[in-house]
């Protein structure tokens, strides 16, 4: 039987690697593990490259499973009991934010994106296989946006939010931690501006801005014909 990827230990090192690169720029350390670091005020005043909000303990995993509405994997729950979700530079991992088990909330840390979406909620495109697990998202530069989800065989899937298109796939969820945070750490200079001849998606995504402009201008035309047509009704 093939060992489950050691989380933890990848955790380990991932966050000894973004405090060792960002903690200069400011940090704030928040209740039970929890911390932001990589202080950019000039973008806003309580923004940080990274957030990392306290793990779950006990019967906070069930409370995670009923809120996402679906099985949880091993590798997500071992993600979950070290860090109920985060925000790493373009990175978006989600965790559970309600029910009886919520922890006390820090005005600079905050509270992940929940587990419905991608799961659930209607963020979940058809064309997904029942059996993923959506566990976060990662944006393109204006339009396109690329959503993570793990496997039944425990891979992580970059799943293409509009269209059936899979732009990157990793071997495990360990394995993308290791690869894509690596990776986002080149999109920023050392005072943490953004670097734009990195791309902000990984993989098979060259085209996937233009596709995703594509479907917004659709969908603003058909909005604008919409509320013209709703505002002719209103006046007659």
């Not at 587990?115 to 697990?133: K, M, S, T, W």
């Not at 339009?143 to 990157?168: F, M, P, R």
């Not at 201008?217 to 047509?229: E, I, P, Q, V, Y």
Request: hydrophobic share 35%; charged share 25%.
């Amino acid at each position: 039987m093939t060992k489950e990827p050691n989380i933890s230990e990848a955790l380990a090192h991932l966050t000894a690697a973004i405090r060792g690169r960002w903690d200069k720029l400011g940090f704030f350390e928040g209740e039970h593990g929890s911390f932001a670091t990589g202080h950019t005020p000039t973008v806003a005043p309580q923004a940080y490259l990274c957030r990392f909000y306290a793990g779950l303990i006990g019967d906070q995993l069930a409370q995670a499973e009923e809120e996402s509405d679906r099985h949880l994997p091993t590798q997500y729950a071992d993600f979950l009991r070290e860090y109920n979700g985060a925000s790493i530079m373009g990175i978006t991992l989600f965790g559970a934010t309600g029910g009886q088990y919520a922890r006390a909330l820090d005005d600079v840390i905050g509270q992940p994106i929940s587990l419905r979406y991608q799961n659930a909620y209607y963020l979940r495109p058809d064309y997904v296989p029942e059996g993923h697990f959506g566990i976060g998202s990662m944006n393109g530069e204006w339009y396109s946006q690329g959503q993570l989800y793990l496997t039944s065989a425990g891979e992580v899937e970059l799943i293409n939010k509009d269209h059936d298109l899979i732009g990157a796939r990793w071997s495990s969820m360990a394995e993308f931690l290791k690869q894509e945070v690596s990776r986002q750490m080149k999109r920023y200079d050392d005072a943490g501006n953004e670097i734009t001849s990195v791309k902000r998606l990984p993989g098979e995504t060259s085209n996937w801005e233009q596709l995703a402009k594509e479907v917004h201008d659709k969908s603003d035309t058909t909005g604008g014909l919409f509320g013209r047509f709703r505002r002719f009704l209103h006046r007659s």
